[in-house]
């Protein structure tokens, strides 16, 4: 089990992401990564039982994962890698899970002194850095140096599913081209 420690901001602009790009070292090139999330009470899963559970493939490596919430930006994270995508989601929905969020991103991963660096593509929401600062000392103190050294002075966002949500509650439009891709890529990957 692994304890992670994560925020994020939204980057608007593509000049913000080449400047964090050639300021940070590179641990991991730009992959593609794709979750499916599962739960007994679509978004409200995570706030009625604390975790949630989700099949994740990065590049060719599929896992099933369930994240505990600990406290607010702190989760408890553990996996278990899989042969194929179908086999998380037929057990999930074997205990009565549905799908109810499907996230598709470019991600790459950079350092900046003690801070893990995600770069996010995330498709129909746009650019986000998460920072990742569970092996920081002084986190608080590089997350602010970071923020100040890239004039990142954006408002701190929600976990992507619940930016998802709030989207898919107030906009009809954005919520049928969200189903319609899940609804493709469950399809797909269930063949």
Known sequence: ???????????E??????EIEQETKEIQERIETIDL????????????????CRVRKKNDEIYLECKKKIQEHTWNESKIKLKEFKEGINFLSLIGMKPYLYINRKRQIRKYKDLKIYIDEVDMLGNFIEIE????LNEEKQIQEFLRHFNIKNVEQK???????EKIETDIDFKAKFEKKMKLFIEKDML
């Open 13 to 18: 602009s593509d000049s913000k992401i080449k």
């Open 1 to 11: 089990m692994e304890i992670e420690k994560e925020i994020r901001f939204k980057i």
């Open 159 to 165: 976990l992507y599913g619940d930016i998802f949500r």
């Open 37 to 52: 999330v599962l739960g007994w009470k679509g978004f409200e899963s995570l706030n009625k039982y604390g975790f949630i």
């Open 133 to 136: 600062f569970q092996e920081a």
